[in-house]
């Protein structure tokens, strides 16, 4: 039982940054009707930004803010300059592209800051939780919590501030949007603009866990699964499918994964079943689109012919 | 296929077969990975290029043909049996990948083929009588036909034959009922369906010609490296395949062949460069760098790819072979919600 | 073989698309289908061509039952159709289009396609040019990407391929519609004469009167949904709820 919250505390916390950077998926996906490959990208370069800030002896707080809005501009720079001139290309094409501008950013940090990790300054106070019997980090605890807070946050904002409703406006019904008035790609701009800064602090608090480095990038792929599960249009779905997964990935590391690999360790020749937490996620996401592919919270009828 | 076709391939085969035996290991190793990769991307232009459905699956259906193919020769059967062997495994589990294909379509599909990827991926780590898991199944040359396949020489002329059978097979599909078909399912299903093709059945049979062709490619490549393991068959591998297709022109007659040399020497142009400027510390991040750029300019700039950049620089040349008009596969590929980018 | 079909009603939501409509058309008969826009004209052929699946009605065709079947079971059936928008296909030449028409009357399993993949398409074209495309004067265009052909032709294409598959039943969903006044008049002309080569029954689908009145042997007008007048083209031309609904008289 204790295991269990152990496990489920630590699920929440890294499944709210799954949250936080599928949230961005999904709101450049509501306005630009493309599935960024490159939300990875600027999870990554926010955190290496974040550090550069940090060591020139910024305080935390400004130095993740000035991370936020460096990738802001280059969230706005990818639609203005990559997709905005590829609006009648095929989606294979678009999804190409996102995917090469991921390749570039990884290619860029690289070589600027080099293969190697790199600890990243302390941003959260050291020690630790103990209570309940469990055992979490300060870190684990401060990071989870501000993921959290900052999607329920975002939603909030997109829900019911002006601009939000800009947004949601823009993102369902362009030609309505447009009728009354709404400067529609400047929108889609903004939602690019906040989704990268959104990811740029999920990598930022990422790098506080685990480390900064390259494989930040790949933080982007978690993303699918978890737009896929909470239906691909919605953004509270985004961030339930982001913590389950969390939690999923979680339990699998912690439970699934010892138990099955006793029982094969008996009646096989396989003794250990990998990183069994990284690939469940995309099998719920293989069932999910062949038996619900709206997703838990997505509209019936989204995908038509 | 027309004679002109079966001339441009017999042709440029057999040149690529003399500058690989004459100019030593290096060049043979170089028309090799060429070859290799030609037959991998033919097999992703028949499915995203004259199909219309996107995969992102093709790196690991490379490695399903590598360790089925290195596991039947390792076991002592010949070469060409395993490459048959690989393919035919290779069009299975394609098939297993293409199968959500009949029940979604566009950005839906896309991102199943993603989540296949990555499962097979992680079967390969973990499949360890089959795969030796992390380490990778070490291949020992095979004889193909009682040929031993010892060096990268020996490997140019079945890697050609190969390639060339492959491409004109795939010629002569695209002449047929079938391949038309292909052509109406990627600019749009309802169409399709209105004019009596049966969309499923056509993807299913473009899903397995092209896992069938992707298994050898992957055969072939687990024999020139002597090794198949999980590292070799990643998305990576996969996004290559996508930017040879688009590089040299989706939907191309000899786009696959041209955007292969291109991904393929580039890095290698790069790297002689790069070394004879005494910056070989950063040249893979330099590698990447030009590879993601010129993804991103050739999407922009140039759609259609080289095949449509060579034909406007001569008016005669290449380009100009039938299936090179018009590349983008239609609105079959947009995303259906939320569609107002 | 004749088409009766009857009581087809189609509901979109809560809109009643088409409303128990009857249709009868014997083999050699071309019936003109008439009426103002959104009166269920080319809903009612996507009934019966299988894009549409009706809640209820039923259309036998020589004794079989069309409704519930797919598109490709109706063509084998000889049941083919043209489209009101003639889809740009990129790649494929008018031939090809023509040969894409005659392959759906082939059941295509079980290595069929292998068979194809050794065999000579000579004799095919050389049919498909003789009997399709020349009469449709196509044959100058036969290796042309049909992208490169202006939209009348690319109408006749359409016709091309739905010919192709030797129908027995034609639906035409406005195929002069968009063509200049002499295409169209060759488009009408060219009815008329596949009709008279094979025998065929056709719905015809159409706004422009003057071709519908020289074209076709018997005219059914529909209004919201429901048939409300059949007959001659002399006698709905002189119908005066025909006049008021369609025409706009008061």
Redesign the interface.
């Known amino acids: 039982m204790t295991l269990a919250l152990q496990l489920a505390v630590a699920g929440l916390a890294t499944g709210s940054v799954y949250a936080l950077i599928a949230i961005g998926v999904v709101l450049i996906f509501k306005c630009s009707g493309v599935v960024n490959f490159a939300q990875g990208a600027y999870a990554m370069v926010g955190a290496y930004v974040s550090y550069v800030l940090l060591r020139t002896g910024l305080p935390a707080i400004v130095a993740v803010l000035g991370s936020m809005a460096v990738l802001a501009v280059f969230g706005t720079l990818t639609e203005r300059l990559v997709l905005r001139p590829m609006l009648k290309a095929p989606l294979v094409a678009v999804m190409m592209v996102t995917l090469g501008l991921l390749i570039v950013s990884r290619a860029a940090c690289l070589i600027v800051w080099g293969p190697d990790q790199i600890a990243f300054p302390k941003v959260f106070p050291e020690g630790a939780i103990s209570a309940a019997g469990i055992f979490i980090t300060y870190n684990y605890v401060a990071a989870g919590v501000l993921a959290l807070v900052l999607s329920l946050g975002f939603l909030a904002f997109y829900q019911f501030t002006p601009i939000g409703l800009q947004q949601r406006c823009a993102a369902d019904n362009t030609r309505a949007a447009l009728a009354i008035g709404i400067h529609v790609s400047n929108q889609v701009s903004l939602a690019w603009a906040m989704s990268a800064a959104l990811a740029g602090l999920a990598g930022t608090l990422l790098a506080t866990l685990n480390g900064l480095s390259l494989d930040l990038a790949g933080i982007g792929m978690i993303a699918f699964p978890v737009i896929v599960v909470g239906g691909l249009s919605s953004l509270a779905g985004a961030l339930i499918a982001g913590l389950l997964l969390g939690m999923l990935q979680s339990f699998t590391d912690g439970l699934l994964t010892p138990a099955l690999e006793e029982f094969l360790r008996e009646h096989t020749s396989i003794y250990s079943v990998g990183a069994l937490q990284q690939v469940v996620p995309y099998a719920l996401l293989v069932l999910m689109l062949l038996f619900r592919p709206q997703g838990l919270f997505g509209r019936r009828g989204t995908e038509r012919v | 296929m027309s004679a002109r076709q079966l001339a441009i391939t017999v042709g440029v085969a057999v040149l690529m077969g003399v500058l690989g035996l004459a100019l030593g290991r290096y060049a043979a190793y170089l028309v090799n990975a060429v070859a290799i990769a030609a037959l991998g991307a033919l097999s992703l232009n028949l499915i995203?290029g004259y199909c219309g459905q996107?995969s992102f699956a093709q790196g690991a259906l490379l490695g399903v043909g590598a360790y089925t193919a290195g596991n039947l020769s390792n076991a002592g059967l010949d070469g060409a049996v395993a490459i048959l062997g690989g393919g035919l495994l290779g069009a299975a589990v394609s098939a297993l990948v293409g199968l959500?294909a009949m029940?979604?379509?566009?950005?839906?599909f896309?991102?199943?083929t993603?989540?296949?990827q990555?499962?097979l991926e992680?079967l390969f780590?973990?499949?360890?009588?089959l795969t030796n898991?992390?380490s990778g199944l070490v291949i020992t040359p095979p004889t193909i036909l009682g040929f031993p396949m010892n060096s990268d020489q020996s490997l140019v002329v079945p890697s050609l034959v190969i390639l060339v059978l492959a491409w004109l097979?795939v010629s002569?599909?695209m002449?047929?009922?079938?391949g038309?078909?292909f052509?109406?399912v990627r600019?749009?299903?309802?169409?399709a369906?209105?004019?009596?093709?049966?969309v499923s059945?056509a993807k299913m049979?473009a899903f397995l010609i092209g896992g069938f062709i992707a298994g050898v490619a992957g055969a072939l490549a687990g024999y020139a490296n002597r090794l198949a393991s999980p590292e070799a068959f990643t998305?990576d591998l996969s996004?290559d395949y996508?930017?040879m297709i688009?590089i040299g022109g989706?939907?191309t007659w000899p786009g696959p062949l041209i955007g292969a040399a291109f991904v393929v020497l580039l890095p290698e142009a790069i790297q002689r460069v790069g070394e004879a400027a005494g910056i070989s510390d950063?040249l893979?991040?330099?590698?990447?760098?030009a590879?993601?750029?010129l993804?991103?300019l050739f999407?922009?700039f140039e759609?259609r790819g080289l095949t449509a950049l060579l034909s406007r620089l001569r008016p005669r040349g290449i380009g100009a072979a039938p299936?090179g008009?018009?590349?983008?596969?239609?609105e079959s590929?947009?995303?259906?919600?939320?569609?107002?980018? | 073989m004749a088409l009766t079909a009857s009581d087809v009603t189609i509901r979109f939501g809560g809109v009643v698309a088409v409303n128990r409509m009857a249709l009868d058309v014997l083999p050699g008969e071309i019936v003109g289908l008439i009426g103002p826009n959104g009166a269920g004209k080319t809903t009612f052929i996507n009934c019966l061509s299988g894009t549409y699946r009706p809640n209820a009605g039923s259309a036998l065709w020589g004794g079989d039952e069309l409704i519930g079947l797919s598109p490709s079971a109706l063509l084998r059936k000889g049941v083919a159709r043209t489209f009101q928008n003639v889809a740009s296909l990129h790649d494929l030449t008018v031939l090809d289009i023509a040969k894409l028409g005659a392959s759906v009357r082939r059941d295509r399993r079980f290595g069929g396609h292998l068979l194809d993949f050794f065999r000579s398409e000579r004799a095919l074209e050389a049919a498909l040019t003789e009997s399709i495309l020349a009469p449709l004067e196509l044959t100058d265009v036969a290796h042309k990407p049909i992208q490169t052909l202006s939209y009348g032709r690319r109408k006749a294409v359409d016709l091309a391929r739905a010919l192709a598959g030797d129908p027995q039943l034609l639906l035409l969903d406005e195929p002069v519609a968009g063509l200049t006044s002499h295409e169209g008049m060759a488009m009408a002309k060219a009815v008329r004469d596949v009709r008279d080569r094979l025998g065929c029954a056709v719905i015809m689908v159409e706004h422009k009167m003057d071709v519908v009145m020289s074209t076709c042997d018997r005219i059914a007008v529909m209004a919201a949904g429901s048939k409300i007048f059949e007959g001659l083209p002399a006698a709905v031309q002189a119908d005066a709820e025909v006049r008021r609904v369609y025409l706009g008289e008061p």
């Open positions: 995203i996107i959500p029940r979604l379509r566009g950005l839906y896309a991102i199943a993603l989540a296949a990555a499962i992680y780590k973990i499949l360890d009588p898991g992390v097979a002569r599909l002449r047929t009922d079938l038309r078909a052509l109406v600019e749009s299903e309802i169409v369906k209105g004019m009596g093709i049966d059945h049979q998305l996004a996508i930017a688009i989706l939907g950063i893979s991040a330099l590698r990447e760098l590879f993601g750029l993804i991103i999407l922009i759609p299936h008009s018009v590349g983008a596969p239609g590929g947009q995303p259906q919600e939320g569609g107002s980018r």
